[in-house]
């Protein structure tokens, strides 16, 4: 089992639309969770960090739930500009490496 | 801004090359990391350094060596290039002195590595 998995996409979403991700990780002892974006041939850019009590970020919503091991990222009213793939990312208790989830592709059309 | 900047965006080498992959960050972090990236494996670490001359190895060091004699550049080595070393290599650094839900890694914009 991959260390974090996340839905395999594409997705492909008219605009306006609500559009949620789903990421699960397997290492319990996981301390930081992250949501980065990569646009296409571009490097990844922090979005948000995820918090236990969830967060929000104008019309991103992110979400974890510790006991299940998953965390959420809710994009509301999408705009064209936000097509990109969306990065999974959880750091463990002691250390400084960052476990990568293999990406969510997001298109949004007009 | 932070900035990350690595050696070359494309690189073309044939196997058996020894290839220098470099590079540096302006934002005197302690962190620096390798990872490759390929489609559909995201984004797998090789090596990362949480200070001059340290040095650990990450998901798939085999094939590469590392090297950090700055604090600011951080080099990654192929000894001996092969077909399946082709990828996008990008480059991160971090600072670590703050809580660790606020740590943002920075990304170099990536070097495309073809191995012929």
């Known amino acids: 089992r991959k260390e974090v998995e996340q839905d395999p996409g594409p997705f492909n979403v008219p605009e306006g639309a609500t559009v949620a991700f789903n990421c699960t990780y397997s290492n319990s002892a996981s301390q930081s969770f992250f949501w980065y974006r990569q646009d296409c041939r571009k490097e990844p850019k922090l979005l948000m960090s995820?918090?236990?009590s969830g967060n929000e970020d104008g019309r991103f919503t992110a979400q974890l739930n510790r006991a299940s091991q998953y965390i959420s990222l809710l994009i509301r009213d999408s705009k064209l500009s936000d097509s990109a793939t969306y990065l999974c990312v959880v750091t463990p208790l002691y250390g400084q490496n960052f476990v990568f989830g293999p990406g969510t592709r997001l298109s949004v059309l007009p | 801004d932070v900035k990350v900047t690595q050696s070359s965006r494309y690189l073309v080498k044939r196997t058996g090359e020894k290839v220098f992959l470099e590079c540096v960050q302006d934002m005197d972090h302690e962190n620096m990391f390798w990872y490759r990236q390929d489609p559909g494996l995201g984004l797998r670490l090789i090596y990362f350094s949480y200070d001059v001359k340290m040095k650990e190895k990450g998901d798939i060091p085999e094939g590469y060596s590392v090297s950090r004699e700055k604090k600011e550049r951080f080099s990654l080595i192929l000894e001996s290039a092969s077909t399946n070393q082709t990828s996008m290599y990008l480059c991160?650094?971090?600072?670590?002195?703050?809580?660790?839900?606020?740590?943002?890694?920075?990304f170099g914009p990536g070097t495309r590595l073809t191995v012929l």
């Open positions: 991160a650094s971090l600072s670590t002195t703050g809580e660790s839900s606020y740590n943002e890694q920075f």
């Open positions: 995820v918090y236990s």
